[in-house]
Nanobody, 127 residues
Framework: VQLQASGGGLVQAGGSLRLSCVGSGFTLDYYYSVAWFRQVPGKEREGVSYISDSGSISYYADSVKGRFTISRDNVKNIVYLQMTSLKPEDTAVYYC????????????????????WGQGTLVTVSS
């Protein structure tokens, strides 16, 4: 039981990518809030964005505000991360994580407590 993240790839600076996150072995439905994290080798995993179970609340790291948009389709049970105006510093492995207890704006980016994690998808932004 885990999450599956997909949609990563190689893109030039200024380009766009859309990541997807689905459940494997369980249904990623409206019971779960979902977050995207990213990690560069040698650095800590950092929170990128979060969306509540209903989709009505979302949070973003300052570094991606205005460029990334998180959304979810609770019919198809998919969570998306639309990334635009990509920069080389966005290069990382992106992970999605799901939690059954909602997080607020001061806690969503803490790694501990998430129930499920995906295996990650690599995003490479060339300059």
């Amino acid at each position: 039981v885990q999450l599956q993240a997909s949609g990563g790839g190689l893109v030039q600076a200024g380009g766009s990518l859309r990541l997807s996150c689905v459940g494997s072995g369980f249904t990623l439905d409206y019971y779960y809030s979902v977050a995207w994290f990213r990690q560069v080798p040698g650095k800590e995993r950092e929170g990128v964005s979060y969306i509540s179970d209903s989709g009505s609340i979302s949070y973003y790291a300052d570094s991606v505000k205005g460029r990334f948009t998180i959304s979810r389709d609770n019919v198809k049970n998919i969570v998306y991360l639309q990334m635009t105006s990509l920069k080389p510093e966005d290069t990382a492995v992106y992970y999605c994580a799901a939690v059954s207890i909602a997080r607020d704006g001061s806690r969503w980016f803490y790694l501990s407590g998430y129930d499920y994690w995906g295996q990650g998808t690599l995003v490479t932004v060339s300059s």
